[in-house]
């Protein structure tokens, strides 16, 4: 029964750690987007706070789950960045020649 309470606990953290890390994406963006630059660097700083909140959520998950199960989950996310990295290579154009326009 303690197993069960413990992955649903774990569950849950999983879930809040990845809406924060949406929130973090979305000030980002919004930050990336914005001209002001007061407000931009007000994102940033939401931005930093999410990413600061998702690393300590990220602290506990690891502390609560099995040291066999965190080898098996750095390796599928490690197996995941690559597959990302691998297909943002493919999509890359660049250009035949690059001009220093000023």
Known sequence: ???????SSVGLMIQRCHKWRQKRK???DLARQT??????ERLMQTAEHYGRIVNAEQGKIDSTRDPKDKTSIVEEQTDAVETI??????????????????
């Open 1 to 7: 029964m303690q197993n069960k309470k413990n992955q």
């Open 26 to 28: 979305q000030y980002m």
């Open 35 to 40: 001209a002001d630059e007061v407000e931009r």
């Open 85 to 102: 990295d691998s297909s943002e290579e493919e999509d890359m154009t660049f250009p035949d020649f690059i001009t220093n326009e000023k």
